[in-house]
């Protein structure tokens, strides 16, 4: 199989995960776009496929699902600090520490999240902790890649239906990869023509297919699986992002 090919079937792959879960394209996208492009490119895709594929969760979900937007323009600015506070750490430390010291971090803090701490009792609103989520979103994404980890954290300290999950996360990402691409191409002059058009052509079917396929199956996921489901994916990314650390010392 060629790039182009590959590269399209990681990306259902990871769209398919972020459809059922809500989250976890990029753990899959990555990795793969990495094997053929230089990051920003490869970064670039994955940014891309995550506006596409959130265009069509929201499209889908909009009228359905009922959430406050207030949480969206409170998390926003904090997480776009986070991205500069994290980009300024990885001047001065290696991104290796760093893998290691968050992937060990949200292992841990899940399992005291899922083991110790006690059931929610209340909806999710806008509360005292949003913004330093927030910031810490925005520092996990421009550091180790993973937005989603502590959202889906504080998420979990309320009552909250999964496609309630899935569309606040789908905004989230639709802003925050605009900015992110906007940003790459502003310092990375010429990384969107680094890619063949037909890459972004294709990528257009490619990820409302695998949605639709997505959708099917989170129409059967309940709650409660729906929340292992959850665990499950964030401690998988926990666990590659401490090896990825290791592995750079190694």
Same mark, same amino acid.
């Given at each position: 199989?060629?790039?182009?090919?590959?590269?399209?079937?990681?990306?259902?792959?990871?769209?398919?995960?972020?459809?059922?879960?809500?989250?976890?394209?990029?753990?899959?996208?990555?990795?793969?776009?990495?094997?053929?492009?230089?990051?920003?490119?490869?970064?670039?895709?994955?940014?891309?496929?995550?506006?596409?594929?959130?265009?069509?969760?929201?499209?889908?979900?909009?009228?359905?699902?009922?959430?406050?937007?207030?949480?969206?323009?409170?998390?926003?600015?904090?997480?776009?600090?986070?991205?500069?506070?994290?980009?300024?750490?990885?001047?001065?430390?290696?991104?290796?520490?760093?893998?290691?010291?968050?992937?060990?971090?949200? +292992? %841990?803090?899940? *399992?005291?999240? @899922?083991?110790? $701490?006690?059931?929610?009792?209340?909806?999710?609103? &806008?509360?005292?902790? !949003?913004?330093?989520?927030?910031?810490?979103?925005?520092?996990?994404?421009?550091?180790?890649?993973?937005?989603?980890?502590?959202?889906?954290?504080?998420?979990?300290?309320? +009552? %909250?239906?999964? *496609?309630?999950? @899935?569309?606040? $996360?789908?905004?989230?990402?639709?802003?925050?990869? &605009?900015?992110?691409? !906007?940003?790459?191409?502003?310092?990375?002059?010429?990384?969107?023509?680094?890619?063949?058009?037909?890459?972004?052509?294709?990528?257009?079917?490619?990820?409302?297919?695998?949605?639709?396929?997505?959708?099917?199956?989170?129409?059967?996921?309940?709650?409660?699986?729906?929340?292992?489901?959850?665990?499950?994916?964030?401690?998988?990314?926990?666990?590659?992002?401490?090896?990825?650390?290791?592995?750079?010392?190694?």
């Amino acid at each position: 199989m060629n790039e182009t090919t590959i590269i399209l079937l990681a990306a259902m792959a990871g769209v398919f995960t972020q459809r059922v879960v809500g989250f976890g394209m990029p753990i899959i996208v990555l990795p793969v776009a990495l094997l053929y492009f230089h990051p920003p490119p490869a970064l670039t895709i994955v940014l891309f496929t995550g506006i596409l594929s959130s265009i069509v969760i929201i499209n889908e979900l909009k009228t359905k699902t009922r959430i406050d937007l207030k949480i969206i323009r409170a998390i926003i600015p904090a997480s776009i600090v986070g991205i500069v506070i994290g980009s300024y750490i990885l001047s001065v430390i290696s991104k290796e520490a760093l893998q290691i010291f968050l992937g060990i971090s949200i +292992i %841990i803090f899940l *399992n005291i999240q @899922r083991y110790f $701490l006690p059931e929610p009792k209340h909806e999710i609103k &806008v509360d005292k902790n !949003i913004h330093m989520y927030g910031l810490l979103s925005g520092f996990f994404k421009s550091t180790v890649g993973l937005s989603a980890a502590p959202l889906v954290v504080w998420l979990r300290f309320y +009552i %909250i239906k999964p *496609n309630q999950i @899935r569309l606040l $996360l789908a905004y989230y990402f639709f802003i925050m990869n &605009v900015v992110a691409i !906007i940003s790459i191409q502003a310092f990375e002059n010429n990384t969107l023509s680094d890619i063949s058009w037909y890459m972004y052509v294709l990528l257009v079917p490619a990820v409302i297919l695998a949605n639709f396929l997505g959708s099917a199956v989170a129409k059967r996921v309940n709650t409660s699986f729906y929340n292992k489901l959850a665990y499950l994916v964030l401690i998988a990314a926990g666990a590659i992002t401490l090896f990825s650390g290791v592995a750079g010392y190694i």
